[in-house]
């Protein structure tokens, strides 16, 4: 049975930093590229990002690309998101995703950035 467990949110002023972190388990994480997703309020879900099996592929939609940092440490079966300069457009509820649509995802951790 596949788990992905975030963690890692909470409320963070403009221009602040969070790392995220998802561990999972129920699957051979090394071989499976992996995803960040999030969900603003009365939004879609968005992708955030992506990361192949080895790390070394990484992918962000433009938006993001200068802000967040995708990694995995394939060890210890966990997928983190370093989130810098973070303004209120963040806030989301943000999900680690085995895939781009988020059908299998984690239940979610809330970033919310507000004064």
């Known amino acids: 049975q596949v788990q992905l467990v975030e963690s890692g949110g909470g409320l963070v002023q403009p221009g602040g930093s969070l790392r995220l972190s998802c561990v999972a388990s129920g699957f051979t994480f090394s071989n499976t590229a992996m995803y960040w997703l999030r969900q603003a309020p009365g939004k879609g879900l968005e992708w955030v990002s992506r990361i192949s099996p080895s790390g070394f592929g990484r992918t962000y939609p433009a938006s993001m690309k200068d802000r967040f940092t995708i990694s995995r440490d394939n060890a210890k079966n966990t997928l983190y998101l370093q989130m810098n300069s973070l303004t209120t457009d963040d806030t989301a509820v943000y999900y680690c995703?085995?895939?781009?649509?988020?059908?299998?995802r984690g239940q979610g951790t809330q970033v919310t950035v507000s004064q």
């Open positions: 995703a085995q895939d781009e649509a988020g059908i299998t």
